[in-house]
């Protein structure tokens, strides 16, 4: 059955109706481009009528991955994409070995597995530097580096006709960031990757997690709750009087360190909770004293 559920996305599975009774579900985001979940983890799968190309391969999401495109085409998978190089997303490559799978890879993540020795990522068979775009079929794919959460980098994969972006460990639609805006390893870049994305003319969101499939509502409010955090810790660092706080300390510098960083992150968090909490995300109140204390290392050192 398919029900139009909104104006961006034509669901399998309509949107807010999570039926996982099959360990997985399927939503067509475009015609023929589809968001596959098991409610955790995420896949991007796309027709093309040359063969299906799939964007990551999460261990636990994968023994879904043939059942899910049999339902939807009968196209062979052949070409997967790695949107970074973590385990968690690309660590079931192994499990899709089959002959002539083509593995795409920018070259510093390719460079990055081969350094690994994982047996599960597989290496890639293709590898660009920066960006690229597949013409495959009916479908056109950009794929653009960016460095928003992992130190290899990260890819922003556009299909510009179907109006799909896909960047994993972003945002969950839905949810605050993970832990340390998850675990971005470059602050500066993150909070300058919301405008580059939102540059884009996209519609539907394939954040990589969660059920849901994200849009630009999404990509807008974790922009406004990561600058929200920015602004704020900025703002109470700045009142703190490091000196008194040294005097306080005896003068032993790595105590007043250790203080102003567990002073700054409780305030700054309760401010941000004021406005939060209670708001369109869940997980302010597990995760928002590790974005401020994240964002008090960027405010304190990189600034
Ligand atoms: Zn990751």
């Not at 799909?164 to 949810?175: E, F, R, S, T």
């Not at 032993?252 to 209670?278: C, F, H, M, P, S």
Request: proline content about 4%; aromatic content about 8%; some cysteine.
């Amino acid at each position: 059955m398919r029900l139009d559920v909104c104006k961006h996305c034509i669901s399998v599975e309509p949107e807010g109706m999570t039926d996982l009774s099959r360990g997985f579900l399927t939503r067509e985001v475009s015609r023929g481009v589809f968001m596959l979940t098991n409610g955790n983890y995420q896949s991007l799968l796309v027709t093309t009528g040359e063969g299906v190309v799939l964007v990551d391969a999460p261990e636990p999401l994968v023994q879904y991955i043939e059942p899910a495109v049999s339902d939807v085409t009968d196209e062979p998978i052949k070409t997967l994409v790695y949107s970074h190089g973590h385990s968690d997303h690309i660590g079931g490559a192994y499990l899709l070995q089959r002959p002539g799978l083509e593995i795409i890879a920018e070259e510093r993540v390719a460079k990055f597995i081969a350094d690994k020795h994982d047996g599960r990522r597989l290496p890639p068979t293709r590898v660009f530097t920066d960006q690229t775009t597949l013409q495959i079929g009916s479908r056109t794919i950009d794929l653009k580096r960016d460095e928003f959460h992992s130190p290899e980098g990260d890819l922003i994969i556009f299909l510009p006709k179907e109006k799909v972006m896909m960047a994993v460990d972003l945002i969950a639609p839905g949810w605050v960031p993970l832990l340390d805006f998850d675990i971005t390893a470059n602050m500066f870049v993150y909070l300058g990757v919301f405008d580059r994305i939102l540059s884009y003319d996209f519609e539907a969101f394939i954040s990589g997690h969660t059920a849901d499939v994200g849009h630009r509502r999404d990509v807008e409010l974790t922009k406004a709750y990561a600058f929200d955090v920015y602004e704020t810790v900025k703002r109470v660092h700045g009142e703190i009087n490091m000196k008194e706080l040294l005097a306080e300390e005896r003068d032993n510098e790595q105590a007043g360190i250790k203080r102003l960083i567990e002073e700054v992150t409780a305030k700054a968090a309760a401010d941000v909770k004021t406005r939060w909490l209670n708001g369109p995300m869940k997980g302010v109140d597990l995760w928002t004293e590790s974005h401020c204390r994240a964002m008090l290392l960027y405010v304190r050192w990189s600034d």
